[in-house]
């Protein structure tokens, strides 16, 4: 299953040697390295809308024993740069409607040595055109002196936005009569400011109907800039029509016309012991981009204790696998993948619980689907069973989802 919680990254690191208290960077004083023309007017005129990707804004670390947030870091850092060296700047989100001249994506990566600490910030610059005004990256490496009140690294993040910000004025000169503010986030394609490098999150979906529409575990198109689906190589941008955290299930408009849509059993019945099969693109950064399918049983009508609508059922799933179908060996849809069950508490139990997986039951989706007024076949179970036809349906109709920011 695609994971809940969504940290930019982890660094476990159980022994620093903390020496003394690193001193706040402030924005008046420039790092070595940075130099800006005489003839450069500060702040510049331009309003810049600053795009930083939510999963790193709401990461957090462990460090010594103590909870520390370089995502917080990150904001009050590139944020306090921005408004020094542009009279109107601001952090954006994708469906921000405030007006901007140029756009600033910037995309960091923290790396630990030892006690040094290193901030990465690869970055563009955009205006009207798609093509980048300007791409580059910068890095600041400091001492970790003071895990605990985050201090390092705000520092590293003050540092590293002074860096990048000279140089998008000393290469472009920006002005509000270069760059008026025109343009707005809601209006402007994600593609041009997402990392393609690697998705943050992977998960399965799979057509629900003939149109091209897409359902999948809500969880898996969590804070989401850019969704990709893919089917058989073909990548298809989305629009998202529906969502539901409660049930935890979305629904993606791809335009695919040549989409084959899995059917609802009528009255959506299931029983217990019913064979079943579970296909789904787990673990792509390891297994690739191929379906797995893995079969199993519907073991129990209940899910977690508190859930609404789960049942629990025994084909092995792995990371990626949410939002995947349980299908029927007549091909029809019993339910949606949603969860395994977190083994660790109870081994430490001594107690070794094997395939307890979980899946919403396909008659919440059918009131789902209504609802939004998302169209979905229903069927009667065919004469005759057999478990290459859910194999077939359900491969049939699956696609991996990626999400991007």
Same mark, same amino acid.
């Given at each position: 299953?695609?994971?809940?919680?969504?940290?930019?990254?982890?660094?476990?690191?159980?022994?620093?040697?903390?020496?003394?208290?690193?001193?706040?960077?402030?924005?008046?004083?420039?790092?070595?390295?940075?130099?800006?023309?005489?003839?450069?007017?500060?702040?510049?005129?331009?309003?810049?809308?600053?795009?930083?990707?939510?999963?790193?804004?709401?990461?957090?670390?462990?460090?010594?024993?103590?909870?520390?947030?370089?995502?917080?870091?990150?904001?009050?850092?590139?944020?306090?740069?921005?408004?020094?060296?542009?009279?109107?700047?601001?952090?954006?989100?994708?469906?921000?409607?405030?007006?901007?001249?140029?756009?600033?994506?910037?995309?960091?990566?923290?790396?630990?040595?030892?006690?040094?600490?290193?901030?990465?910030?690869?970055?563009?610059?955009?205006?009207?055109?798609?093509?980048?005004?300007?791409?580059?990256?910068?890095?600041?490496?400091?001492?970790?002196?003071?895990?605990?009140?985050?201090?390092?690294?705000?520092?590293?993040?003050?540092?590293?936005?002074?860096?990048?910000?000279?140089?998008?004025?000393?290469?472009?000169?920006?002005?509000?009569?270069?760059?008026?503010?025109?343009?707005?986030?809601?209006?402007?394609?994600?593609?041009?400011?997402?990392?393609?490098?690697?998705?943050?999150?992977?998960?399965?979906?799979?057509?629900?109907?003939?149109?091209?529409?897409?359902?999948?575990?809500?969880?898996?198109?969590?804070?989401?800039?850019?969704?990709?689906?893919?089917?058989?190589?073909?990548?298809?941008?989305?629009?998202?029509?529906?969502?539901?955290?409660?049930?935890?299930?979305?629904?993606?408009?791809?335009?695919?016309?040549?989409?084959?849509?899995?059917? +609802?059993?009528?009255?959506?019945? &299931?029983?217990? /012991?019913?064979?079943?099969? $579970? @296909?789904? !693109?787990? *673990?792509?950064?390891?297994?690739?981009?191929?379906?797995?399918?893995?079969?199993?049983?519907?073991?129990?009508?209940?899910?977690?204790?508190?859930?609404?609508?789960?049942?629990?059922?025994?084909?092995?799933?792995?990371?990626?696998?949410?939002?995947?179908?349980?299908?029927?060996?007549?091909?029809?849809?019993?339910?949606?993948?949603?969860?395994? +069950?977190?083994?660790?508490?109870? &081994?430490?139990? /001594?107690?070794?619980?094997? $395939? @307890?997986? !979980?899946? *919403?039951?396909?008659?919440?989706?059918?009131?789902?689907?209504?609802?939004?007024?998302?169209?979905?076949?229903?069927?009667?179970?065919?004469?005759?069973?057999?478990?290459?036809?859910?194999?077939?349906?359900?491969?049939?109709?699956?696609?991996?989802?990626?999400?991007?920011?």
């Amino acid at each position: 299953m695609a994971g809940r919680k969504h940290w930019g990254f982890v660094l476990w690191v159980t022994s620093l040697v903390l020496a003394g208290c690193a001193g706040r960077a402030t924005t008046d004083t420039l790092p070595s390295g940075a130099d800006l023309p005489s003839s450069i007017k500060i702040p510049s005129s331009t309003t810049l809308a600053v795009y930083l990707p939510s999963n790193y804004r709401n990461s957090r670390i462990l460090v010594s024993n103590s909870w520390v947030l370089p995502g917080k870091a990150l904001e009050d850092g590139v944020s306090a740069v921005a408004q020094h060296f542009f009279a109107q700047s601001y952090l954006a989100g994708p469906a921000g409607t405030q007006q901007y001249g140029l756009l600033l994506a910037l995309h960091p990566m923290w790396k630990l040595e030892g006690r040094d600490l290193h901030l990465t910030m690869r970055y563009s610059v955009f205006a009207k055109d798609a093509t980048p005004l300007l791409q580059g990256s910068q890095t600041y490496e400091t001492p970790l002196n003071d895990a605990t009140s985050s201090l390092s690294f705000y520092n590293a993040a003050l540092r590293t936005a002074q860096l990048v910000m000279v140089d998008v004025l000393a290469r472009l000169d920006p002005t509000a009569a270069k760059y008026p503010a025109t343009l707005r986030m809601v209006d402007t394609d994600p593609k041009r400011y997402v990392s393609r490098d690697k998705p943050i999150l992977t998960g399965t979906g799979f057509f629900i109907n003939a149109a091209g529409q897409v359902m999948t575990a809500a969880h898996v198109l969590h804070d989401c800039a850019l969704i990709e689906v893919k089917r058989d190589e073909k990548i298809f941008a989305t629009r998202l029509i529906a969502s539901s955290s409660l049930l935890d299930l979305a629904v993606m408009d791809t335009g695919d016309t040549k989409a084959i849509p899995l059917p +609802l059993r009528r009255n959506q019945e &299931i029983s217990l /012991g019913e064979p079943v099969a $579970n @296909v789904g !693109f787990p *673990l792509q950064s390891l297994l690739g981009t191929s379906p797995s399918l893995t079969r199993g049983n519907i073991s129990s009508r209940g899910g977690i204790s508190g859930s609404i609508g789960e049942f629990q059922f025994s084909a092995p799933i792995q990371p990626g696998s949410s939002g995947g179908p349980v299908v029927s060996d007549g091909g029809e849809l019993l339910g949606i993948t949603l969860a395994t +069950l977190n083994a660790t508490p109870l &081994i430490e139990k /001594g107690i070794l619980p094997q $395939n @307890v997986n !979980f899946a *919403l039951d396909a008659r919440y989706a059918a009131k789902f689907l209504k609802r939004n007024k998302v169209a979905f076949l229903e069927v009667d179970p065919p004469a005759k069973i057999d478990a290459s036809n859910g194999n077939q349906a359900a491969l049939s109709s699956v696609v991996s989802v990626a999400c991007y920011q």
